[in-house]
């Protein structure tokens, strides 16, 4: 089936330093999501993307769907404590309404 | 402002005890889908709704069950819990409806206890 490779699986940083992380894919995907998972709550919505090449920022974080469509990275500028979790990349295919995830890179952030 | 709400966020049910663990949405999403996740890793498709379609994964064990009375409304019914279910629950919801209709949102969660 379908997988998506995401790396690192785990990071850990000083506070204010950037961070980056990618997923990539021998499938192509039509649509990329990145989430961040808190512990103990469900996966929040960060970014999500729809076009090959399309690059698009909320806040410090910035994303861009691969021109190949079979990849995707996330980077956050200027790190702080809040943003310690596990970001997750997952991405969709079309027809099956259906989300392939990587597994995840845990971020931890020391002040 | 809630809008995918799980109940219980805890839940802890004995061996071989039935559980039904509930899910609602605000967003008037027409498609409805009910995750596992264990520690550290990524969300695993138990089933999911498109509408009253019901669409199960093929390797969704037959313990794990699932209700769709109406659109805001889904529950995970799980007959005969074993140690092995303990985990977070996920709902997440999504409508083929609307531009983006490929996002995911996903409720807080309930983590289900086994003893």
């Known amino acids: 089936g379908q997988q998506l490779n995401q790396s690192p699986q785990s990071m850990f940083i000083q506070e204010g330093e950037d961070v980056s992380m990618n997923c990539t894919s021998s499938s192509i995907f039509n649509t990329w999501l990145w989430y961040k998972q808190d512990p103990g709550e469900g996966p929040v919505l960060l970014i999500a993307l729809y076009k090959a090449g399309e690059l698009t920022s909320n806040g410090r974080l910035t994303a861009q769907f691969g021109i190949t469509r079979k990849d995707s990275f996330l980077n956050i500028s200027a790190s702080i404590p809040s943003d310690v979790g596990i970001y997750f990349c997952a991405g969709h295919t079309g027809g099956a309404q259906k989300l392939v995830f990587g597994q995840g890179t845990r971020l931890t952030i020391n002040p | 402002d809630a809008m995918v709400i799980q109940n219980p966020r805890y839940q802890v049910t004995q061996f071989g005890k039935p559980v039904t663990l509930s899910c609602s949405q605000t967003?008037?999403?027409?498609?409805m889908y009910w995750y596992q996740q264990k520690s550290s890793q990524a969300p695993k498709l138990l089933f999911h709704y498109y509408d009253k379609d019901f669409n199960n994964e093929a390797d969704t064990p037959d313990n794990f069950q699932s209700r769709r009375p109406n659109t805001s409304f889904c529950f995970l019914d799980i007959r005969s819990p074993g140690l092995g279910d303990a985990a977070m629950y996920l709902c997440?919801?999504?409508?083929?409806?609307?531009?983006?209709?490929?996002?995911?949102?996903f409720g807080p969660g309930t983590r289900l206890t086994v003893t």
């Open positions: 997440a919801t999504s409508s083929l409806l609307l531009a983006g209709g490929n996002e995911q949102y």
């Open positions: 967003l008037n999403h027409n498609v």
